[in-house]
């Protein structure tokens, strides 16, 4: 995978036309992103899967398409302005057939539970997901916003490639499950690695590394979750082209020990 990858919800849920979201899709590819993650969930009201959609149309006016490793995740849908998390077997196994009728694909590479379901066995959930696979349906399993102990009971029940949390260099509680992946051998995605809208970036030590590397905040912020593994990949999210390339160069960034412990100290949480 490469180690930034394009995170497609604000092609869903920003105020922006068809044709500005496949430009973005296309920027993310021209920068050399060969990760794109989606969900059944990344939709407009009354759509059945807009984001999947667009990923679709984008992908087909391209000639790298083959290159470009597609992950999406299913057992959470929309539902008007409601987000309901539902993983039962036969759940996800329609949720996997909407999307490969929306991605247009017989097989998807990476296929993640978007959320556990607590009124479901994990086990249950996980063992549908291996039955997608024994059927050709998907490659890789993935599991999304999980403890590390979920994590352990799922690989009870079927191979597990990548997980998908939240992490950030503002929000940094995820990162014994880094280290756990890291021993494991799992890939990590870390979503929402810019810390989300309300995140404040530009910190005095952020600022400080970004004069040292000639580089932006934004970019700092990407470069920090990078740092933490080269099995470790950084889902920028994007609405418009000139974002995406910029997240795209943060690939070419490595922090050294200074600037991580610049960044270190600059926290109030430490760590």
């Not at 006016?61 to 929309?78: F, N, Y």
């Amino acid at each position: 995978m490469s180690a930034i990858g394009f995170g497609t919800a604000p092609l869903a849920f920003r105020d922006i036309s068809t044709e500005q979201g496949i430009s973005t899709v296309h920027a993310a590819l021209d920068g050399g992103i060969r990760l794109v993650d989606t969900a059944l969930a990344y939709t407009r009201v009354g759509i059945e899967s807009y984001a999947e959609d667009l990923v679709r149309r984008a992908l087909a006016q391209r000639s790298d398409a083959d290159e470009v490793l597609i992950a999406t995740k299913g057992g959470h849908r929309r539902a008007g302005d409601q987000f309901p998390v539902d993983a039962r077997p036969a759940a996800l196994r329609a949720d996997c057939e909407v999307s490969l009728r929306n991605l247009g694909v017989e097989r998807i590479g990476l296929y993640q539970l978007h959320h556990v379901d607590p009124s479901v066995p994990l086990a249950e959930s996980v063992g549908a997901l291996r039955e997608l696979r024994d059927a050709g349906k998907i490659a890789a399993i993935g599991l999304s916003n999980v403890s590390v102990a979920q994590i352990e009971l799922a690989r009870g029940e079927a191979p597990i490639a990548v997980v998908q949390n939240r992490l950030s260099l503002g929000d940094r509680d995820d990162l014994p499950t880094v280290e756990y992946c890291g021993r494991e051998g799992l890939d990590y995605l870390a979503y929402m690695p810019l810390g989300g809208a309300d995140a404040r970036r530009d910190t005095p030590a952020v600022v400080r590394v970004a004069g040292r590397r000639g580089v932006s905040v934004a970019q700092v912020w990407l470069a920090w979750v990078l740092a933490q593994g080269a099995y470790v990949t950084a889902l920028a999210g994007a609405s418009r082209p000139d974002t995406i390339s910029e997240s795209a160069r943060a690939a070419d960034i490595r922090l050294d020990r200074a600037d991580l412990a610049m960044l270190r100290e600059g926290q109030p949480s430490g760590g």
